[in-house]
């Protein structure tokens, strides 16, 4: 169940400014902002003080999503309870897979829908938003701890006619502190992909000096877009989500490109393997087994089938961990896809790890989520057998398989909170820097890929 949201209060709605007048339309804002209490004081605000976020929104799901009348919040990128809500109603009524999600299938027809109105309509199109206090949004829920700004980058299709921008303000107010309003700015800027470049120059200008600045980049990173080369290079962090990768191996390529040339890159899907890398390492934290997780030399990881990319990295964070180095890569796809990887540890030995993409009824909001992961050994006297599975179903092929030994570890991931974009993305907001583990993991998962490219 959802918990019911604050109520919001708009400092601003959105409001059309130029380029050049954002700043001083903003610093006008919170000089002349002003909402009674029932005493009739007027509560404190509190601007943006600990971060900003700019948000690249390639998908424009929200603005298609305004323009057809099923949204009615900012445009600030984020595809949190209200946008889904809003994609159900629109595929409902288009007769599509009610997903929630913002797929192919319901982009094409967003885009008609779109692209149907402009058609017909004697005059411009005017999009106008308001706030909906049931519904919780993404920003909302950062804003009740980070007053922080929020820059969107919409790319649009169609006519090159320069950078549209809008700011906004809105202040969740919470009843245990209904004296003091935290508030997060937006500021949208939309134009075609050309036109966002132009302006990438004036883009540092609105980051908050003196605080941290994360970029989302909500597509594949280019390391030779100019816009993301702009922004990656002031940001404390660039964030991506490889779960929406449209070509996972090369993709995850290009993440490690980025890492070499000195990118703090950090990816939202890493984040979703913690509890398997936790229940992996506290299977040999008991002394009889310290020294047995270097007796493994078999590897089985179950993910779902679609996208490779969880599997791949928890494999590159085991094998960086246990000093093996990838020698051999073959794939077989099917009904199955199965990716056979063997490795050299530094004593010569031999390990062969074996990653199978399932096919599953509900695949839900992320595609690739780990099922079920086995490690042993050839040697059957050792004591390293475990066993790690998060449903009844995916331990057992893993076990009809020979996945475990018989005697050994069995752990199943307990019930995890939803790890969508916007859980993650909440908690990657707290820190910045260089992930460690994580471009070690993606080192190693980098040489893994380039052996399938030979």
Known sequence: MTPQAPTIFSLQAPKDVSLTEIEAELNQLW??????????????????????????????????????????????????????????????????????????????????????????ADDEIIISYSVDSKSPRIADEIALRNPCRIITLSPIAGDDEGVKAQVSAYCPIQKQSSSTL???????LTGTTAALERIGGMIPALLIGGLPKFLWWKATPDPNNPLFKKLGSVCNNVIVDSCNFNEPENDLLKLRELVETGIPLADLNWGRLAAWQELTAQAFDPPHRKTAVWEVDRVKIDHEKGN???????????????????????????????????????????????????????????????????????????????????????????????????????????????????????????????????????????????????
């Open 31 to 120: 000089q002349s902002y002003g909402i009674a209490g029932d005493d009739g004081t007027l509560p404190v605000a509190t601007r943006a003080t600990t971060f900003t976020l700019v948000v690249y929104e390639p998908e424009l799901t929200q603005y298609l999503l305004a323009a057809a009348g099923f949204y009615n919040g900012p445009i600030d990128g984020i595809l949190g309870p209200q946008t889904e809500a809003a994609l159900i109603e629109f595929q409902k009524q288009h007769g599509l897979s009610e997903t929630g999600t913002s797929n192919t299938e319901t982009l094409d027809m967003l885009r008609k829908v779109d692209n149907q109105c402009h058609s017909t």
């Open 308 to 454: 490779p990319v969880q599997a791949l990295l928890f494999l590159g964070w085991l094998a960086s961990r246990l000093q093996w180095q990838p020698s051999t890569y073959k794939q077989e796809f099917g009904d199955y896809n199965i990716r056979k990887i063997s490795f050299i540890t530094d004593k010569q030995r031999q390990v062969e790890a074996e990653l199978t993409g399932v096919p599953v009824a509900n695949v839900g909001n992320v595609v690739g989520d780990l099922i079920a992961l086995s490690l042993s050994s050839s040697e059957s006297q050792t004591n390293c057998s475990t066993l790690i599975c998060s449903e009844t179903g995916g331990c057992m092929r893993m076990e009809t398989h020979g996945g475990a030994q018989s005697t050994g570890s069995f752990q199943q991931i307990s019930s995890l909170p939803e790890q969508k974009a916007e859980v993650l993305l909440g908690q990657q907001l707290q820190r910045w820097g260089r992930e460690v583990l994580f471009e070690e993991s993606l080192r190693i998962t980098g040489e893994v890929l380039k052996l399938a490219a030979k």
């Open 182 to 188: 935290v508030c997060c700015e937006y500021i949208n």
